[in-house]
T-cell receptor, first 112, second 116 residues
Framework: AQSVTQLGSHVSVSEGALVLLRCNYS??????LFWYVQYPNQGLQLLLK??????LVKGINGFEAEFKKSETSFHLTKPSAHMSDAAEYFC??????????FGAGTTVTVRA | NAGVMQNPRHLVRRRGQEARLRCSPM?????VYWYRQLPEEGLKFMVY????????ESGMPKERFSAEFPKEGPSILRIQQVVRGDSAAYFC??????????????FGPGTRLTVT
């Protein structure tokens, strides 16, 4: 079965510091890859996605992710954390048109 | 433009009761997806519906769970004779279409079901 692993259930960063959230998938066939963010009491919001083409994908709110086939990874980064980035982040994969498989999520807290 | 609406947001049921979760997709969206998130786990796909049709229910437990998306009204996820293991957050998502809009699923805030 396809699976998605997010390393670290909680990440704490200082405001202005680099945010790095790790995501690995287990498949020899590259899937479609996504990052979603969930703010408290809200639904998941799509940050960015990779389907084909350029392996460095830019998303909303200054986030970007790079697909590395050799490492089966799709890590999410943001150069400078802002207090508003505090949320839960989910990596997801899909091998068809609609079925998303999610990681367990990483909660980000930002220290002033 | 209202997003995906789910109600209730919190639902408490005793073992053996029925739970009905409702999802109103975004305006203009005819595709609905249900996901379940158990504690400490990621969201798991349950079912994909279009108006009056179940397209893929491969993630639905074989018993007690059913879903519908009628021609009029919200999509309903129904759990009969709930057990403690059904306690989870249930998320609904909708999209305008699938395929070319891969990944553009818009999620609701979820319904948190607690079975006592």
């Amino acid at each position: 079965a396809q699976s998605v692993t997010q390393l670290g259930s909680h990440v704490s960063v200082s405001e202005g510091a680099l945010v790095l959230l790790r995501c690995n998938y287990s498949s020899s066939v590259p899937p479609y890859l996504f990052w979603y963010v969930q703010y408290p009491n809200q639904g998941l919001q799509l940050l960015l996605k990779y389907t084909t083409g350029a392996t460095l994908v830019k998303g909303i709110n200054g986030f970007e992710a790079e697909f590395k086939k050799s490492e089966t990874s799709f890590h999410l980064t943001k150069p400078s954390a802002h207090m508003s980035d505090a949320a839960e982040y989910f990596c997801a994969v899909s091998y068809d048109d609609y079925k998303l498989s999610f990681g367990a999520g990483t909660t980000v807290t930002v220290r002033a | 433009n209202a997003g995906v609406m789910q109600n209730p947001r919190h639902l408490v049921r005793r073992r053996g009761q029925e739970a009905r979760l409702r999802c109103s997709p975004m305006k203009g969206h005819s595709h609905v997806y249900w996901y379940r998130q158990l504690p400490e786990e990621g969201l798991k796909f349950m079912v994909y519906l279009q108006k009056e049709n179940i397209i893929d229910e491969s993630g639905m437990p074989k018993e007690r769970f059913s879903a519908e998306f009628p021609k009029e009204g919200p999509s309903i996820l129904r759990i009969q004779q709930v057990v403690r293991g059904d306690s989870a957050a249930y998320f609904c998502a909708s999209s305008q279409n699938s395929g070319t809009d891969l990944g553009e699923q818009y999620f609701g805030p979820g319904t948190r079901l607690t079975v006592t």
